[in-house]
């Protein structure tokens, strides 16, 4: 239902992102709600001034849907290193979470508990330093929209107090705070499982897990640090992040390192980059093009709208070939007629790509040159995205100009922005009338 997008403010002429959320696909109470959670981020976020803190510049309605204007962040989310199977050197863990715990205090002392701190909220620049992102459930001390009884957050970070739907406090993030450090570490996160009732029995009644791995890779003060941060119990907590940021400083100096803890972060974060460049496919090690993916995924997107960039990254996971994967995103499209027509249009794609098996490393095929998108093309195919997606479309218009070569290309990168698949449908067919 939301997307972010990068997007440029000619009045001040800078770089920032639009953080827009389709509210028509709710309805009622919930859309309602959807509402103030969205407002609410701008709330908590706008409040805090701290160069930790995605700033928050604008929050506005464009036709009943909300979006916020904000500091736009050339970064990588913690949870992008984590699923490229990276981990963090203690130092270097530590130096990342000190800016999380800092950012956090100066939240709290407003009366803010951020309550979804996870991998995917901290994004990582360049320098080893910090962002913390998304406010969205944050709980304000002036405000009465989230009740005890309700149970929101990410459950594999949630305390378990919030898993409960009880009252949450500043200890809360702190523990969220933990379960990313551990994760971070070793790359397996403290209480996990394959639903949300496995999660929150492991939480609720079940030690940590990983702790003798932790031992190993951390060492026992860092390790004594976690588990006072992941007690279950708020006041066997520590009691604020300073606190708790004292003790990691204290048992990081105990720590053993070679290498200055914000490079060492960046290398991991360089490590990560340079492993999602390219998708290997598990069976045979090797790389799919991304030139052939991207051709793939923007035929999918015509059936599925915006999921298709997700199902096709999932997909290369267990994918043999290039034939395999679009045979299993064919599965995806419940019409037959549909799933005939994108497996035709997907192995066109792949065929005129490298081959399935090409060598681990090879680079991608190269395309012959077409002539330049017509200026009278842009502008129909913006017009027919502005009735969709309002004001927005100017902006991924210009955006969708820099990766694609046809006019076809397009207007199918275009329609993977609309949700509503009878929306999308449309969107398509205005190409063909004209």
Not at 119 to 135: E, H, M, S, Y
Request: proline share 5%; glycine share 8%.
């Amino acid at each position: 239902m939301g997307v972010v997008y990068e997007a440029h403010d000619p009045v001040i002429d800078r770089k920032i992102a639009i953080k827009l959320v389709r509210t028509d696909l709710l309805a009622g109470e919930e859309r309602t709600d959807y509402v103030e959670r969205f407002k609410r981020e701008a709330q908590a976020a706008g409040r805090c001034s701290h160069p930790c803190i995605v700033s928050i510049f604008d929050f506005a309605l464009h036709e009943g849907n909300p979006f916020l204007a904000m500091e736009y962040v050339d970064g990588l989310g913690v949870d992008k290193v984590l699923v490229h199977g990276e981990r963090f050197a203690p130092a270097a863990a530590v130096h990342v979470i000190l800016q999380v715990l800092d950012a956090l205090g100066s939240a709290h002392a407003l009366g803010i508990v951020h309550r979804d701190i996870k991998p995917a909220n901290i994004l990582l620049t360049d320098g080893g330093r910090v962002k913390v992102t998304d406010f969205g459930i944050a709980r304000l001390d002036s405000s009465d929209l989230t009740h005890v009884g309700m149970v929101i957050g990410t459950p594999s970070y949630m305390s378990p107090e919030q898993c409960r739907g009880g009252a949450v406090d500043l200890r809360s993030d702190l523990f969220s705070t933990a379960a990313v450090l551990q994760e971070m570490l070793i790359g397996e996160r403290p209480f996990s499982g394959h639903s949300f009732t496995e999660v929150s029995y492991r939480l609720l009644n079940e030690p940590a897990a990983g702790g003798a791995e932790l031992t190993a890779a951390a060492g026992t003060a860092l390790k004594a640090v976690l588990d006072r941060g992941l007690a279950k119990r708020p006041e066997d907590r520590f009691g604020s992040a300073a606190i708790m940021a004292a003790a990691l400083r204290q048992a990081v100096a105990e720590t053993a390192h070679q290498e200055e803890p914000a490079a060492a972060v960046d290398k991991t974060v360089l490590a990560a980059r340079t492993r999602g460049s390219s998708v290997p496919c598990a069976p045979t090690g090797v790389l799919f093009d991304p030139t052939v993916l991207s051709g793939i995924e923007r035929r999918l997107a015509r059936h599925l709208g915006p999921i298709a960039r997700y199902l096709v990254q999932t997909s290369t996971r267990t994918a043999a070939n290039l034939e395999d994967l679009c045979e299993a995103l064919a599965r995806r499209i419940d019409r037959p007629e549909a799933r005939r027509q994108f497996l035709a249009e997907a192995l066109e794609v792949a065929n005129s790509g490298v081959t399935a098996g090409a060598a681990l490393g090879s680079g991608p095929s190269q395309s012959p040159p077409s002539a330049p998108i017509a200026p009278d093309e842009i502008e129909r195919a913006q017009r027919a995205l502005a009735e969709t997606l309002g004001p927005i479309a100017r902006i991924l218009v210009q955006r969708a100009l820099k990766q694609v070569r046809t006019d076809e290309e397009l207007w199918d990168l275009l329609a993977a922005q609309i949700g509503q698949s009878n929306a999308r449908a449309e969107f398509l067919r205005r190409r063909v009338a004209g």
